[in-house]
């Protein structure tokens, strides 16, 4: 097959248009910043807290709707053990933490105009637990650039016939110049044009794929195992508790990711960040259906008919290419051109997301509160910079572990949920939360997650709860263990937290063993830190700021 080129012209053409929008996005940004007097640091970060609540759908919406969940809905539709049950599941479950955002974390977080997710340990834990927690949140970034551009890498080389490695680092290289540029205003703008591209071309993919000769009435093969298995998935009530522990993991791990919290920050008011969140759940089930559609017409159709032959993508051991061949095979070449597109543009509006946030977590957390408190904004500046091109360069280098995107997947959505979820809820809304109990809280919920094992990535459990049954060699826990595990850590959080006050307060343990001064948090301070200044607020007293949010 020889090299597509009026599609390279068409990924050349809409290449230039996103770096386009970015480049005229970081100049808006700098007049902008002249014209309000910001600093540097919250005009990269956090668009100088100005973003409006109809940008802040787009890019709220955007920073999910990737290239992962648009060829991961097509893959589990046509995964006849997932199918549309399962399917329903993670969008119901991606679409439900916008609502929980909105409700919980939009109010508490931006009125207190933190700079990250994570600002609040810092003023409450000090540096050793915010450390840990500034790791776990790079972590989870460093796995989404590489699961997202996995995504972009295969689609791109079966419809367009290049190597999945150029594509990969031209993609990335897109990506880190324009949000090196502009900050937040470059990755919110571009999400603009990316959305609008992903949203109309699927809907002019979808009606060519449904009425391809070989492609049978989709509603008719719900049920019907004629050309192959039922798209309806294999719904089993011996099945509900995974299916549970799957929604809840995506429902609370959404509002552990920096990305989620840097749109929130980002917002030019409480109310519209309140506004953008609910408004995104709307969206994400809307993006959800053409690769729903998608998925379907792949599990209806005739593959023997069509130039990709027999058996279908999932009887050769293909389906996450599921959109990408359908695309090929069931729509002319032009159309194919526009959906490559359309997963080009997902999937840039998603992974831009995770560098500007690891950017702003190590810059914030670690780099201005850990190592130079007292560096000037043009140094930070640099390291925002710099940290981009790092994190891009080391998440697309993992790229090169192709057949490892569901174990980036994994372990970023299993901190997300299991360590940092339990963390941030404690500290917004329990006072007595202090760090002997975030400190056990997350030895806790790390090692409950070790021990249930995971399937998915090799891992055996040691701990067997009701319901493990071995099956082809391989325990399977129809336990809600992920549930389980975060829901200990906040137990343990809250217990921990307690015994520890009342022990030191008490005087029952010296007050020289109180390594975290948890005595000195007695008589709570309020805090409520205006302009996201973090130097302002560092010490009290001579003390690092352990002090209570509420």
Request: overall charge neutral; hydrophobic content about 50%; some cysteine.
């Amino acid at each position: 097959m020889a090299v597509n080129v009026p599609g390279v012209i068409a990924m050349v053409v809409f290449y230039l248009l996103v770096l386009g929008t970015g480049i005229w996005a970081s100049f808006k940004s700098k007049r902008k910043q002249t014209k309000s007097g910001a600093t540097g640091m919250e005009m990269a970060l956090l668009g100088n807290r100005s973003i409006s609540w109809m940008v802040g759908v787009f890019t709220m919406t955007a920073t999910w709707v990737g290239g992962a969940f648009l060829a991961g809905t097509a893959e589990m539709m046509h995964t006849p053990s997932m199918g549309l049950t399962r399917t329903i599941v993670v969008v119901m479950g991606y679409s439900s933490s916008f609502i929980v955002g909105g409700l919980v974390f939009a109010k508490p977080m931006r009125e207190r105009n933190f700079l990250t997710m994570l600002d609040p340990f810092h003023f409450k834990y000090g540096k050793e637990i915010t450390a840990v927690l500034s790791l776990a949140s790079l972590l989870t970034d460093l796995t989404w650039v590489p699961a997202t551009l996995i995504c972009l890498g295969g689609t791109m080389s079966v419809v367009l016939d290049l190597p999945f490695s150029l594509c990969i680092w031209i993609s990335a290289a897109v990506i880190i110049t324009y949000t090196l540029m502009g900050g937040l205003y470059s990755v919110a703008y571009t999400d603009i044009i990316q959305l609008v591209l992903v949203f109309v071309g699927m809907c002019v993919c979808v009606p060519f794929v449904l009425m391809n000769p070989s492609t049978l009435d989709i509603s008719q093969m719900l049920m019907n195992n004629t050309l192959n298995a039922p798209w309806i998935g294999q719904p089993g009530l011996e099945k509900t508790w995974i299916m549970i522990d799957g929604f809840l993991l995506l429902t609370l791990g959404g509002v552990g990711y920096q990305c989620f919290h840097q749109r929130i920050l980002s917002a030019s008011s409480p109310v519209s960040a309140k506004l953008s969140c609910f408004a995104a759940c709307f969206f994400i089930l809307l993006f959800g259906i053409p690769p729903l559609l998608i998925g379907a017409a792949a599990s209806s159709t005739d593959w023997n008919q069509t130039t990709y032959g027999s058996p279908s993508p999932y009887e050769r051991g293909e389906a996450a290419m599921t959109l990408p061949i359908t695309l090929q095979h069931l729509t002319p070449s032009f159309i194919s051109i526009i959906g490559i597109g359309c997963v080009a543009a997902a999937v840039m509006s998603s992974a831009d997301s995770p560098l500007l946030s690891a950017a702003s977590v190590f810059t914030t957390n670690i780099y201005k509160n850990m190592l130079r408190p007292r560096a000037s904004d043009r140094e930070i500046q640099w390291v925002i910079r710099i940290s981009v091109v790092v994190v891009g360069v080391v998440g697309t280098s993992l790229t090169s572990l192709r057949n490892s995107v569901i174990l980036f997947w994994f372990i970023g959505a299993d901190i997300s949920f299991i360590i940092i979820f339990p963390q941030l809820l404690c500290i917004l809304y329990f006072n007595i939360s202090n760090c002997y109990g975030a400190t056990i809280g997350i030895l806790v919920g790390l090692v409950l997650t070790l021990l249930s094992g995971d399937p998915t990535i090799g891992l055996e459990p040691v701990l067997h709860f009701p319901g493990c049954t071995l099956e082809d060699g391989v325990y399977v826990q129809y336990a809600p263990v992920k549930t389980i595990s975060m829901l200990s850590s906040i137990a343990a959080i809250l217990l921990f937290s307690y015994l520890a006050s009342v022990l030191f307060n008490k005087g029952v343990l010296p007050e020289k063993w109180d390594v975290f001064k948890v005595k000195a948090q007695h008589s709570p301070v309020p805090l409520s830190p205006v302009g996201g200044a973090i130097e302002e607020n560092e010490t009290i007293n001579g003390q690092d700021s352990r002090i209570d949010l509420m």
